[in-house]
């Protein structure tokens, strides 16, 4: 191989190795949709639907006995006091419940707050069907202000037959230091 | 750069002073400089374990604040890591690669000078977060959010000495592949390559897979700090655990990327001091390739307790324990290359064996780990910091150093005092298990990693495990002694300078001439 052979190797290998480190950069966020989707499929990471589901016509299934624990909790930016009136009840596949949030601004200006759900485990969350959810808009307080807010849920006949607890975790998130949300 | 300077000095011997240094494309200067670069960061490193074992030495809070502590524990892997192990694993490479092939140099030598010149840079950027308001980074070097995010005005610093570095090490890995492609001497067949080079160019194939993935993932940490994307925050919309996934698919790699070339360095002094050739050659080539390609499929044994569908423990589970079979078969090909060889137990040949023994027991707590019911347990205790300690420190460093011995002589053209060098060796052999063993125990019982304090039944452990880290610290100070003794002077070291030694850096005379296989030698 000549001295000149030998630099157009040297080239050509160089472009292909770039090629295979742009392509592994661009990779990193293509896992970002890829991992939503395979979440949405899966049910992996505990998210909910953001949307009301409609839950006509499901017969309850009163000899099944579900545990369904209920965590409130604040983002660390958030000086809000948020729980849930009852922590833990039991509930019939099929039927529907409703449960209430109380949450209270302590700032004495108003602040607009959005309610970030997960539900554990992650397999379950699919069938943690929400009707009514102060979760799918975000809640404006005023100053001071304290108030409750519904929930109204069932959960899915079809849950796993292993699953016979599950929690669904709220985090409140300031929404002012929020300007984007993915959807 | 001044290209027509180093393009005439090509043809004299070289520059003099320091500039010679700032401005060489030589592979030799630049492989000395990653070395000595590597040394001094392996001391700054090590200082930083002193403070968190000086601090563990009993309950309670005695030197450092808890913010400072944890940003020992972060600095401290930061450093060794990208500063100290693999630094030195890109020294070795440029020193030996084209001499073990019969290249004249590194393909691409100016980029070599840029990758190296890189690092001090990146390194005082990333030290210099210690003196920030804030503090350093102190979320643990796996940069975790929404812990991570915390961090005060050193964040970007941060952020921005780890793209250097990947920089850097991506530059050294293309070097690598392009030389160890194009540059062989004829004859020079890919299975007639010594073992360390084709370790090497494994190596540097997963570099350039998982470098960009790492500098991808602080990307994204970056914006969500200071443009309000949402990667990795829960309220936009973005999921904190998949950083954790992006952050193993690099890591993972990375630790083979610790540990490879280190598999290439006793291979080659194993057979050197058994006598013997290296049994089971191909074998070792395709363990090798093997490890790598599972070390892709492997990520989230790094995180069995987020939260996994049983489906995905038991497949990691199942990918992580595949590994236990290419590693196994090279611990068997070094031990039947020592079966009825003439052995002697010369420095290098010592922390070969060590590696062998010691790279074993930390093997098997990492299978123990990759057992998913049992890692609930295990899961951020001591145990895993004995784990990974046994196959970093026994098995990376361990290797790094028996190199150092077995290459120093041919380098320098001096032999190291060989007297001082075994006990090097037995000291650190010593105290490298008073310092980790006693960490395994520790673990079990439930001590997790990273706190600055501890309940007072693990004491005993703590202590003896503290006393073995200060001497470990003091032995190393006498490593750095030799090393320098040796470059200084000291007897002549023969051309092949180990009666078993062959390949073609043993051919050149010790200290080898600037500019080696200007014509290339012919390989039969």
Redesign the interface.
């Known amino acids: ?1 000549t001295q000149a052979d ?1 630099k157009a ?2 080239r050509r ?2 472009k292909r ?1 770039g090629f ?3 392509g ?2 661009g ?3 293509a ?2 949709p890829l ?1 939503n989707v395979f ?1 949405d499929i ?1 049910g ?4 909910t639907s953001n949307e009301a589901a409609r839950v006509a016509n499901v017969q309850p299934d009163l000899s099944r006995t579900v545990v369904v624990e209920f965590i409130a909790s604040v ?1 660390e930016s958030m000086p809000w006091e948020f729980r849930p009136k009852v922590s833990r009840i039991e509930v019939h596949p099929g039927k529907t419940y409703r449960v209430n949030f109380y949450a209270r601004n302590l700032t004495d200006r108003a602040m607009v707050g ?1 309610a ?1 759900p ?1 539900v ?4 379950a969350a699919a069938y943690f069907k929400k009707t009514e959810c102060f979760c799918f808009t975000e809640q404006r307080f005023e100053g001071g202000e304290g108030r409750d807010m519904p929930l109204v849920f069932m959960v899915d006949p079809a849950l796993p037959e292993d699953v016979h607890e599950l929690a669904l975790s709220y ?1 409140f ?1 300031d929404k002012q ?7 | 750069m001044n290209t027509a300077t180093t393009h005439d000095a090509h043809h004299e011997e070289h520059q003099g002073g320091l500039l010679r240094w700032v401005f060489t494309t030589n592979h030799k200067d630049i492989g000395t400089l990653y070395l000595l670069f590597a040394l001094l960061m392996f001391i700054v490193g090590g200082a930083m374990a002193m403070i968190i074992r000086a601090e563990l030495f009993q309950p309670g809070l005695q030197f450092v604040d808890p913010q400072f502590f944890n940003s020992m524990t972060t600095m401290h892997a930061l450093v060794m890591i990208f500063g100290a192990v693999m630094p030195a694993f890109v020294g070795l490479a440029n020193w030996l690669i084209p001499m073990m092939i019969g290249a004249p140099d590194m393909a691409l030598p100016r980029m070599n000078n840029w990758s190296f010149w890189i690092l001090p840079f990146a390194f005082t950027m990333l030290l210099s977060t210690l003196f920030m308001e804030g503090g350093g980074p102190a979320g643990g070097w796996t940069l975790y959010p929404p812990l991570v995010l915390q961090t005060g005005n050193a964040f970007p610093f941060v952020i921005f000495s780890i793209h250097l570095m990947g920089i850097s090490s991506i530059m050294g890995a293309i070097n690598v592949i392009v030389t160890i492609v194009n540059m062989r001497a004829p004859g020079m067949t890919l299975m007639k390559m010594p073992l360390f080079v084709w370790t090497w160019l494994i190596t540097a194939y997963l570099l350039i897979a998982v470098m960009p993935v790492l500098a991808g993932a602080v990307t994204m940490l970056l914006t969500d700090r200071f443009f309000d994307t949402s990667f990795f925050n829960a309220a936009g919309g973005g999921d904190p655990v998949m950083f954790q996934h992006i952050f193993w698919f690099f890591g993972h790699p990375e630790v083979y990327i610790l540990i490879l070339p280190a598999f290439g360095i006793v291979s080659q002094i194993i057979p050197t001091f058994a006598r013997k050739p290296l049994f089971g050659y191909s074998s070792m080539v395709y363990a090798t390739a093997s490890i790598a390609f599972l070390s892709f499929i492997v990520w989230a044994h790094h995180m069995f307790t987020v939260g996994m569908p049983l489906a995905g423990e038991l497949f990691f589970m199942y990918a992580t324990m595949l590994i236990a079979v290419p590693t196994g078969v090279k611990v068997f090909n070094w031990v039947s290359t020592m079966w009825k060889g003439a052995m002697t137990f010369e420095t290098p040949m010592l922390f070969a064996v060590g590696f062998v023994v010691m790279f074993t027991i930390g093997g098997f707590s990492g299978l123990m780990l990759a057992i998913a019911p049992v890692d609930f347990q295990y899961h951020d205790t001591y145990f895993v910091v004995a784990h990974f300690h046994y196959v970093l420190v026994t098995g990376a460093v361990f290797a790094i150093m028996g190199a150092t011995y077995y290459w120093l002589p041919k380098w320098t053209g001096h032999m190291y005092d060989e007297r001082l060098g075994k006990l090097h060796f037995w000291l650190s052999a010593i105290f490298v298990n008073i310092l980790f063993f006693p960490q395994h125990f520790l673990g079990l019982a439930g001590m997790p990693r990273r706190i600055p304090d501890y309940s007072i039944q693990f004491t005993e452990f703590n202590q003896i495990s503290s006393i073995g880290g200060f001497a470990f610290g003091l032995t190393q100070l006498l490593f750095v002694y030799i090393v320098i003794k040796t470059i200084r002077g000291g007897a002549r070291a023969t051309d092949r300078v180990w009666e078993g030694a062959h390949g073609l850096e043993w051919t050149l005379p010790s200290p080898p001439p600037y500019h080696s296989f200007q014509t290339a030698p012919e390989i039969k």
């Open positions: 191989m030998l190797a040297n290998l160089l190795l295979v480190i742009v592994m950069f990779f990193v966020y896992l970002v991992y979440c899966t992996l990471n505990g998210k983002n959005q970030i997960s554990t485990p992650g397999q985090t998130f230091k929020l300007t984007r949300l993915n959807r």
